[in-house]
Antibody
Framework: QVQLVESGGGVVQPGRSLRLSCAAS????????IHWVRQAPGKGLEWVAV????????DYADSVKGRFTISRDNSKNTVFLQMNSLKTEDAAIFYC?????????????WGQGTLVTVSS | QSVLTQPPSVSGAPGQRVTISCTGS?????????VHWYQQLPGTAPKLLIF???NRPSGVPDRFSGSKSGTSASLAITGLQSEDDADYYC???????????FGGGTKLTVL
């Protein structure tokens, strides 16, 4: 069955870095784009970033552009989110989700999420 | 402030019908981009509920339906059940932003 498993969350001080991972299984990884979506405590969903199936195309929300970098290793069926210069407002549950093709397509499977806490 | 606007909350009694609106603009729904809906039960990840305006993934009951017209979309739930008590989000693509966008979410309370 399709599975997306996030890891790498934790407590980090403002200004520091963290790298999240999203390990995929149960489907042909190289045919899907992967997104990161976050949810601050008690708030709604916010799209963060997307990487195309071949890794050549990437896009970011304005709120993280220049600080976050998305990448993927298709040999390991894993997507990464490198988060630098973290701010307190980046604290959230981070979910990875897959979509067929571009960002206009639905996110049909989601991981369970990993919690990022940014606090001094 | 979300690009897609949803009411913060709706409620209904068991067995009733409720609708959740999602208002967009000429750069998303009006430009022809589809709406997708997600259900998030308390403490869990979002789950795809409706895709491409009015299609249900396998396993989603036909009590859930969606529609889109012009710059607005809506999710209808008939025969409300206690397990429908959840947050619901609409999502689309916005050509002005060049990004996926979500509505602010609607909390459905089954009375």
């Amino acid at each position: 069955q399709v599975q997306l498993v996030e890891s790498g969350g934790g407590v980090v001080q403002p200004g520091r870095s963290l790298r999240l991972s999203c390990a995929a299984s149960g489907f042909t990884f190289t045919t899907y784009a992967i997104h990161w979506v976050r949810q601050a405590p008690g708030k709604g969903l916010e799209w963060v970033a997307v990487i195309s199936s071949d890794g050549r195309s990437k896009d970011y929300a304005d709120s993280v552009k220049g600080r976050f970098t998305i990448s993927r290793d298709n040999s390991k069926n894993t997507v990464f989110l490198q988060m630098n210069s973290l701010k307190t407002e980046d604290a959230a549950i981070f979910y990875c989700a897959r979509s067929w093709g571009s960002s206009a397509y639905p996110f049909d499977y989601w991981g369970q999420g990993t919690l990022v806490t940014v606090s001094s | 402030q979300s690009v897609l606007t949803q009411p913060p909350s709706v409620s209904g009694a068991p067995g009733q019908r409720v609708t959740i609106s999602c208002t967009g603009s000429s750069s998303n729904f009006g430009a022809g981009y589809d709406v997708h809906w997600y259900q998030q039960l308390p403490g869990t990840a979002p789950k795809l509920l409706i895709f491409n305006n009015n299609n249900r993934p396998s396993g989603v009951p036909d009590r859930f339906s969606g529609s889109k017209s012009g710059t607005s979309a809506s999710l209808a739930i008939t025969g409300l059940q206690s397990e429908d008590d959840a947050d619901y989000y609409c999502q689309s693509y916005d050509s002005s932003l060049g990004d996926s966008v979500f509505g602010g979410g609607t909390k459905l309370t089954v009375l």
